[in-house]
């Protein structure tokens, strides 16, 4: 796995009761709804407040998600806030690969990469990503990215 880029943008999550299961950690299928929560905390906080949501609406651009992996490294539990590091990896012609570290206490709890391709989402049709979003993702690209 690549290091942690300086400039990841960091995601706060307050993991409940509701969240966990009877063996008293969160739910395995939370971890990717946290992972996505950090990605779109990701693209508010870089776009000016315009997640996905606004994205699709107002932007016409989806990012609709083709891949997901995630590797599980240490239970995720109501103790302690969740904290999300997140940042695009790579940025291809059509598609952005975004990691998301989770960490709580300092213990790295997960590790999560996706991949997302760029449409039009009126026809969702695959598309190049408007020239603002592609300089947003470049910037935080690590060095090599």
């Known amino acids: 796995m690549s290091p ?3 400039n990841a943008h960091v995601h706060e999550i307050r993991v409940t009761w509701g969240d966990c299961d009877p063996a008293k950690i969160a739910y395995t299928a939370r971890l990717p709804w946290f992972a996505l929560d950090a ?3 990701w693209w508010e ?3 000016d407040g315009d997640g996905w949501f606004q994205m699709e609406l107002d932007r016409n651009m989806g990012t609709p998600f083709v891949r997901l992996e995630m590797d599980f ?3 995720v539990t109501p103790r302690h806030r969740l904290i999300c590091h997140v940042w695009p990896e790579r940025l291809g012609e059509t598609s952005v690969t975004f990691r ?3 960490e709580q206490d300092g213990k790295l709890c997960f590790s999560s990469r996706s991949v997302s391709v760029f449409t039009r989402a009126d026809v969702f049709r695959k598309m190049t990503p408007p020239e603002d979003v592609r300089a947003v993702v470049t910037r935080h690209l690590p ?3």
């Open 4 to 6: 942690r880029p300086g």
């Open 73 to 75: 490294l240490s239970p």
């Open 45 to 47: 906080a870089m776009l």
């Open 143 to 145: 060095q090599g990215g």
């Open 100 to 102: 998301v570290d989770g």
């Open 39 to 41: 990605i779109n905390a």
